[in-house]
Structures are given as C-alpha cells and as structure tokens.
Nanobody
Framework: QVEMVASGGGSVQAGGSLRLSCAVS????????MGWFRQAPGKAREGVAT????????YYVDSVKGRFTISQDKADRTLYLQMDGLKPEDTAIYYC???????????????????WGQGTQVTVSS
C-alpha cells in the first residue's frame, strides 16, 4: 500500500514562492504516474501536474504552466511541486497523488488516480 504525505504549505503574498514536498513510502511498484491535485474552498478537486516515474514527461494544466514545476528526487521517494509567481486563485489544499498500478500519465488523464495523500494548505494573499 502506497502512502504519501505532503508538506511545505503556508501563507505567502501574491508573486511569492513555495515548494511543496511529498514523502512517498510503502509499495509503489507499477505506480508509474504521480501528481499533484488541489481543492479550493467550495470547488471540486482539480489536477495540477503529473510526472512519469522516474522524473519524465512533466505535464501541467494551463493555469499553472510556466509557474509551477513538478519533480522527483533521485531516490524516487520524494515528489516536489515548486510554485513561483503565486496568485490568490492558487489558494487551496494541495494533495500529492498516485495513479492506479499500471496506468500511464497522459494529458488530462486525471481519472487514473486512485490514491491521494494528506494535503497541505496554501494561502496566497493579494
């Protein structure tokens, strides 16, 4: 069973940066795609970025493209989300996630995710 715990959230002003980390443990075999989701107050959870293990083919939704960067460490046990140029609309709880075993990352293929870890709050003030 995979386990993922996100950290690194906080409060920043617009234009600021944060780096989220996600510790990945447990059984991760064949979980080829990992990513980040977010859920703003009163809104549905949305996918933000994905990466194919290990460290290939990052994908971003248009709203964060050019501002966010998804990456993994060489040990393949920590997932990161570097967030620059933060905007108030980025305010949300951010979750790291794993796609179901055997599934491959694809543009907009958010339906392949079946595990979401503990989230971390990001608040951006104007």
């Amino acid at each position: 069973q995979v386990e993922m715990v996100a950290s690194g959230g906080g409060s920043v002003q617009a234009g600021g940066s944060l780096r989220l980390s996600c510790a990945v443990s447990g059984y991760t075999a064949n979980r080829n795609c990992m990513g980040w989701f977010r859920q703003a107050p009163g809104k549905a959870r949305e996918g933000v970025a994905t990466i194919t293990r290990p460290r290939h083919d990052p994908y971003y939704v248009d709203s964060v493209k050019g501002r966010f960067t998804i990456s993994q460490d060489k040990a393949d046990r920590t997932l990161y989300l570097q967030m620059d140029g933060l905007k108030p609309e980025d305010t949300a709880i951010y979750y790291c996630a794993a796609a179901r075993p055997g599934a491959l990352c694809g543009r907009g293929r958010w339906d392949i995710f079946d595990y979401w870890g503990q989230g971390t709050q990001v608040t951006v003030s104007s």
